[in-house]
């Protein structure tokens, strides 16, 4: 006798949509071609854990924890893959003859609906190597050499704004949150290389209106890209953006259009960025809205990123006094006088980049390179690198956890006797690896060294009790939410600056 179950269109609709997430999940888990990947089985079932660790700023730290119990190879996604091994640096981000690259994932990477594209938006492997092949001019070493004047006044000029906090209380010392001085002095550096202009940070001690917006929008900015893994979501989200939000985005932007014009109108030669973009008949080598575009990225990318390495790196120093104490020896004892602290004298000084070193392994500007598509063969399936689970790797590193910049002097990779003998450097890779390798890591490196030499042959540096900070206990967005790193500064006496 068979049984006839009748069901009216609307509930057998009704039941197919209840049926359907719970028939995803099942394939996700035991019929999707990753289901062998190692990983925590509610994240390879449903997206809503990656969104949620997102969102709540702990993803960097869920993937280190994941890392850790899985292995090097992580299924965090039903359909994505992260990697925690050396080796996937160049797998994933160097090209390799008559093999096809692996491009951006367009749903991090590709630009907004009418919007140019910017060099970092630029998915296409030619399109983004024109675009780069034109501003590379501006981010050589020689290019550096006539630029460093400029990068010395704004360090300079830091040194002074903290020097007088020092001389105001009366004792020649004071307690000052880092964090923001950094920024100031990187955004006033790029200002002036990329317009010609500083966005006056220094000059007025208090961030620029563009630059408060911009870290305002960090956050927001996760949740925009957790709606982008659901497009009905996102439709709707997106129509919900209020008329005011639309206009601090469009001002926010028109800032750097204005700032880029006033560039272009200026007829005078200097050795800024934007000078190898103009022809001697002035005209621009690449469209205007692609030159704003990303012009716009590079100021992000081109200031907040070192700031970041600056202020994990004193962090560290100042909680080390071993290290610190080593560090002092060494720039004291380099230079004669404040003046004569150059970028040429502060390259090559072993100590002081062993630091920067450390401070890039322990504290990546960019914890967790955003995903590439394995080509073809590989199912387009999302693929990532966890720099800071990597970095942090105790099979990899010893004593992964300290900062300890010993393990990158020259004895420690050439005395088999070190502790630190066996350390996988070639796993460190803050700047990336591969034809889309950070454009300005020269001038990343000038100020990091020139900063941190400058600052230690001043002043006396030091934690203060109570208020020190864990750099394992910043969460990261699609930056690092960093908090104030608070030091004690005393002006040294025979500074002389």
Same mark, same amino acid.
């Given at each position: 006798?068979?049984?006839?179950?009748?069901?009216?269109?609307?509930?057998? *609709?009704?039941?197919?949509?209840?049926?359907?997430?719970?028939?995803?999940?099942?394939?996700?888990? #035991?019929? &999707?071609?990753?289901?062998?990947?190692?990983?925590?089985?509610?994240?390879?079932?449903?997206?809503?854990?990656?969104?949620?660790?997102?969102?709540?700023?702990?993803?960097?730290?869920?993937?280190?924890?994941?890392?850790?119990?899985?292995?090097?190879?992580?299924?965090?996604?039903?359909?994505?893959?992260?990697?925690?091994?050396?080796?996937?640096?160049?797998?994933?981000?160097? *090209?390799?003859?008559?093999?096809?690259?692996?491009?951006?994932?367009?749903? =991090?990477?590709?630009?907004?609906?009418?919007?140019?594209?910017?060099?970092?938006?630029?998915?296409? +492997?030619?399109?983004?190597?024109?675009?780069?092949?034109?501003?590379?001019?501006?981010?050589? +070493?020689?290019?550096?050499?006539? %630029?460093?004047?400029?990068?010395?006044?704004?360090?300079?000029?830091?040194?002074?704004?903290?020097?007088?906090?020092?001389?105001?209380?009366?004792?020649?010392?004071?307690?000052?949150?880092?964090?923001? =001085?950094?920024?100031? !002095?990187?955004?006033?550096?790029?200002?002036?290389?990329?317009?010609?202009?500083?966005?006056? @940070?220094?000059?007025?001690?208090?961030?620029?209106?563009?630059?408060?917006?911009?870290?305002?929008?960090?956050?927001?900015?996760?949740?925009?890209?957790?709606?982008?893994?659901?497009?009905?979501?996102?439709?709707?989200?997106?129509? @919900?953006?209020?008329?005011?939000?639309?206009?601090?985005?469009?001002? &926010?932007?028109?800032?750097?259009?204005?700032?880029? %014009?006033?560039?272009?109108?200026?007829?005078?030669?200097?050795?800024?960025?934007?000078?190898?973009?103009?022809?001697?008949?002035?005209?621009?080598?690449? +469209?205007?809205?692609?030159?704003?575009?990303?012009?716009?990225?590079? !100021?992000?990318?081109?200031?907040?990123?070192?700031?970041?390495?600056?202020?994990?790196?004193?962090?560290?120093?100042?909680?080390?006094?071993?290290?610190?104490?080593?560090?002092?020896?060494?720039?004291?004892?380099?230079?004669?006088?404040?003046?004569?602290?150059?970028?040429?004298?502060?390259?090559?000084?072993?100590?002081?980049?062993?630091?920067?070193?450390?401070?890039?392994?322990? @504290?990546?500007?960019?914890?967790?390179? /955003?995903?590439?598509?394995?080509?073809?063969?590989? $199912?387009?399936?999302?693929?990532?690198? %966890?720099?800071?689970? /990597?970095?942090?790797?105790?099979?990899?590193? #010893?004593? $992964?956890?300290?900062?300890?910049?010993?393990?990158?002097?020259?004895?420690?990779?050439?005395?088999?006797?070190?502790?630190?003998? &066996?350390?996988?450097?070639?796993?460190? %890779? +803050?700047?990336?690896?591969?034809?889309?390798?950070?454009?300005?890591? &020269?001038?990343? =490196?000038?100020?990091?060294?020139?900063?941190?030499?400058?600052?230690?042959?001043?002043?006396?540096?030091? $934690?203060?009790?109570?208020?020190?900070?864990?750099?394992?206990?910043?969460?990261?967005?699609?930056?690092?939410?960093?908090?104030?790193?608070?030091?004690?500064?005393?002006?040294?006496?025979?500074?002389?600056?």
């Amino acid at each position: 006798m068979m049984i006839q179950i009748s069901l009216s269109p609307w509930t057998a *609709t009704l039941l197919a949509i209840l049926a359907y997430p719970i028939i995803r999940i099942i394939h996700n888990l #035991y019929f &999707h071609p990753l289901s062998r990947i190692p990983g925590p089985r509610s994240w390879a079932a449903s997206r809503l854990p990656f969104i949620g660790a997102l969102i709540r700023g702990t993803i960097v730290h869920d993937f280190q924890r994941l890392h850790a119990e899985y292995g090097p190879v992580v299924r965090i996604a039903p359909n994505e893959v992260t990697f925690a091994a050396a080796d996937a640096w160049t797998d994933i981000f160097q *090209t390799r003859p008559d093999q096809p690259q692996f491009l951006k994932d367009p749903l =991090w990477w590709a630009r907004q609906p009418g919007h140019p594209d910017s060099l970092l938006s630029a998915i296409n +492997p030619d399109k983004h190597a024109h675009m780069r092949r034109l501003l590379s001019p501006g981010f050589t +070493p020689r290019a550096l050499r006539a %630029q460093e004047p400029f990068v010395q006044k704004y360090v300079n000029l830091l040194v002074e704004r903290l020097q007088d906090l020092a001389k105001d209380t009366g004792v020649g010392s004071a307690e000052v949150d880092m964090t923001p =001085w950094f920024n100031y !002095t990187t955004f006033d550096i790029f200002g002036d290389l990329g317009f010609g202009e500083s966005f006056d @940070c220094l000059q007025h001690s208090r961030y620029h209106p563009w630059i408060a917006i911009l870290f305002n929008s960090v956050k927001a900015a996760s949740f925009v890209i957790s709606a982008r893994f659901y497009p009905l979501i996102q439709f709707v989200l997106l129509k @919900c953006i209020p008329p005011s939000l639309r206009k601090v985005q469009r001002d &926010h932007f028109q800032q750097i259009v204005d700032k880029v %014009q006033r560039r272009l109108s200026w007829e005078l030669q200097r050795p800024d960025f934007m000078s190898h973009l103009i022809d001697k008949n002035g005209e621009l080598a690449l +469209p205007i809205g692609e030159l704003n575009a990303t012009f716009m990225i590079l !100021t992000t990318a081109g200031s907040e990123t070192t700031a970041t390495a600056l202020t994990g790196t004193l962090n560290y120093l100042a909680n080390e006094r071993p290290a610190l104490a080593q560090l002092e020896e060494e720039i004291r004892g380099a230079f004669k006088s404040f003046e004569s602290i150059t970028l040429d004298a502060v390259r090559n000084l072993p100590f002081l980049n062993a630091v920067i070193h450390e401070g890039l392994r322990l @504290c990546p500007p960019v914890p967790w390179m /955003l995903p590439r598509l394995v080509p073809e063969g590989g $199912s387009m399936t999302p693929v990532s690198i %966890q720099a800071y689970a /990597l970095n942090r790797d105790p099979n990899l590193f #010893y004593k $992964s956890s300290s900062f300890l910049p010993e393990r990158w002097l020259p004895r420690a990779a050439s005395d088999p006797t070190s502790p630190f003998f &066996h350390d996988e450097r070639r796993a460190v %890779q +803050p700047f990336s690896v591969g034809p889309r390798a950070c454009l300005g890591q &020269h001038l990343a =490196w000038a100020e990091m060294r020139l900063i941190l030499a400058k600052l230690i042959w001043t002043f006396d540096m030091a $934690s203060i009790e109570g208020k020190r900070v864990r750099w394992e206990d910043m969460r990261t967005y699609l930056l690092v939410d960093r908090k104030p790193v608070n030091v004690r500064i005393t002006l040294r006496e025979g500074a002389g600056v």
